[in-house]
């Protein structure tokens, strides 16, 4: 790329500094920044116009060899060799003998990019007798199919506790059979843990999956009194699930599934409301992901959902009988190069007896950002979040692309009745934080101010835990 434009006698270069790889649905967009920098361009440009009827005559032959009305014949897929190409072809939904539709072909394009196996996916159409060969060109990454990745978070409330996580991620893609993947994540600081899945597609298509879990984490959840924290929970659990669920296209996945093995919680002191609790975990599980969020961490445009529910029993093998719904629901919206975004959660127990150990908390650099981790705690909880960001600086080149503004509205609480939850008794939070986006991930910076003077100080590192 640097020779070709050393050697180019014109560089038009428009500013895509917000834009990803995978922004195939923002194509308006980029043209329209692309015109707007060749118009910047049009004195030195003027040196290679053409006449108005020259300009026509040259559109009336490019027309003519449009194959937009033509038939596919033959659909090929070429650079593909770690990756089979049978989980390239199960995502195309152009075939031979269709019409050639362009917006569907760039689609398809945009579907086979988004596996995360190809730095490139490109395609070109070769005129046939009988109509048009497609061939989809593929790069494969220059590493994996083995990922590492390392994160840390630190949070530091004045006046009070803090807390750090160090997280590793290890995730192997591209295993037989049908393209599975397998990943372990390990935790230490705060709390430790390890958990490793196999994800495993039925079919090449990878519509319907199995995924096979196990886990064990060692972790403390702290209990306050107004804004002291008064004791905490000592928790151990060891657990395996088992899912079966189905990939909604791009668009997310469903999954339900059993979950069991053993919890122990202990607190380390004498509360009421406060006791140990050893025993199974039994229960059905499920959830709902649908994301068409535009980046991973500083998304532009889209939204995502989450919602997942639970219901443990005693006949499944739970020391109690208890539900839960969480629902997870954040949309994001950009106007040039500011953008803003809004969250709103909700978790309820529907009435049952939720154990202690097992409250829905806020508090923290996602949630709360000027209370401490897990400092609002109950059986139901309510979180609304609005955000702006803004880049403000360029990152050198091999470190990253940009650095963001960060300031954000957080209004929320938990409560452990229903009849205590009223807008009357929210607690409010704000937050500002520099995010930048680095080869490593997200590198965030900030401090978040509560009312009742409650306040703290955040870092965090690539992988969040």
């Known amino acids: ?126 005129p046939e007798e009988t109509g048009v060969d497609l061939i989809y060109m593929v790069e494969e990454k220059s590493w994996g199919p083995g990922y590492l990745r390392l994160g840390l978070v630190t949070e530091t409330a004045f006046g009070g506790d803090s807390a750090w996580h160090l997280r590793l991620n290890y995730t192997r893609t591209q295993l037989p059979p049908r393209g599975s993947e397998w990943r372990i994540d390990a935790e230490t600081g705060t709390g430790q843990g390890i958990e490793t899945e196999l994800f495993l597609p039925l079919s090449h298509s990878g519509v319907f ?30 657990d395996f699930r088992l899912d079966l669920g189905v990939m909604l296209r791009e668009y997310g996945t469903l999954r339900t599934g059993y979950r069991g093995g053993g919890i122990r919680a202990v607190p380390d002191a004498d509360m009421p409301g406060l006791s140990e609790y050893r025993g199974g975990i039994g229960a059905w599980t499920g959830a709902l992901v649908v994301d068409r969020l535009d980046h991973p961490f500083l998304p532009r445009r889209g939204f995502l959902l989450e919602v997942e529910g639970l219901l443990s029993r005693p006949a499944l093998g739970a020391e109690s009988a208890y539900e839960t719904i969480h629902a997870d629901l954040r949309l994001c919206g950009a106007a040039g190069r500011h953008a803003v975004y809004v969250r709103a959660l909700g978790a309820t127990c529907l009435g049952s007896e939720l154990p202690r150990h097992a409250y829905f908390t806020l508090g923290g650099v996602d949630s709360m950002a000027g209370l401490a981790r ?92």
């Open 1 to 126: 790329m640097d020779t070709q434009l050393a050697s180019a006698d014109l560089a038009i270069r428009p500013d895509l500094r917000d834009q990803s790889g995978m922004a195939f649905d923002e194509a308006a967009e980029l043209i329209a920044r692309g015109r707007e920098a060749a118009l910047e361009q049009s004195e030195a440009l003027a040196a290679w116009a053409v006449s108005e009827e020259e300009f026509r005559a040259h559109r009336r032959r490019i027309r003519a060899r449009e194959p937009e009305a033509r038939r596919v014949g033959a659909v090929r897929i070429e650079g593909a060799t770690r990756v089979d190409e049978r989980r390239v072809r199960a995502l195309l939904r152009v075939h031979p003998g269709q019409r050639t539709d362009l917006d569907a072909i760039e689609r398809d394009a945009a579907r086979v990019f988004g596996i995360g196996e190809f730095e490139r996916v490109a395609y070109r159409l070769e």
């Open 209 to 238: 999956f199995a995924a096979p879990r196990i886990g064990w984490r060692d972790w403390t959840q702290p209990v306050f009194e107004g804004r002291r924290r008064a004791a905490r929970y000592d928790l151990v659990t060891g």
């Open 374 to 465: 897990d400092r609002l705690a109950g059986r139901h909880a309510a979180l609304a979040q609005l955000g702006y960001r803004y880049p403000v600086a360029r990152l050198p080149t091999g470190l990253g692309r940009e650095v963001h503004l960060l300031i954000r509205k957080d209004v929320g609480n938990a409560w452990a009745d229903r009849p205590e939850a009223r807008l009357d008794n929210l607690r409010f939070s704000l937050g500002a934080a520099l995010v930048a986006d680095t080869v490593i991930g997200p590198v965030t910076f900030g401090a978040g101010l509560a009312d009742r003077g409650e306040r703290q100080v955040f870092l965090s590192l690539g992988l969040r835990p």
